[in-house]
């Protein structure tokens, strides 16, 4: 089988923001909305050593806070409407800044741990009593 194996930082980036397999590129990586398949159906990559955390939320978090709470902010100063139209404005958005990145994100922080080797970190080494 004539298989591509993804080696450069960017594809590994674009592998993950299109929730692809940090390998190939081409199987898909996830099989529910954040539900990762066993393995890759195209190269057969174990997903296993994929864990990703709560470290894709924290990011989305950040990034929804900052857009959610900066736009509610200039909404209040320029136009004092009222609190009705606030909830009808953000939380919309809110549903939208949260839920849209985080797949993606969460694709690009595990092409990331698989492309730079990340793992657990353990104690002892070859020099280790
Ligand atoms: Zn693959």
Redesign the pocket.
């Known amino acids: 089988m004539a298989e591509t194996t993804i080696n450069t930082l960017s594809g590994a980036i674009f592998a993950g923001l299109s929730c692809s397999?940090p390998?190939?590129?081409?199987?898909k990586l996830f099989q529910g909305f954040l539900t990762l398949r066993p393995r890759?159906e195209?190269?057969?990559?174990d997903y296993g050593f994929a864990d990703a955390g709560d470290g894709p939320a924290v990011f989305v978090t950040f990034f929804a806070g900052f857009i959610v709470v900066g736009a509610a902010l200039v909404t209040e100063i320029l136009y004092r409407p009222p609190y009705w139209v606030h909830a009808a404005l953000w939380l919309p958005l809110i549903l939208i800044v949260t839920l849209g990145p985080l797949r993606p994100m969460k694709g690009l922080m595990i092409a990331l741990q698989y492309y730079h080797k990340a793992g657990e970190g353990h104690l002892g080494g070859p020099g280790a009593p």
Do not use: I, Q, T
Not at 42 to 45: A, E, I, Q, R, S
């Open positions: 397999c390998r190939c590129g081409r199987g890759c195209v190269c057969g990559l």
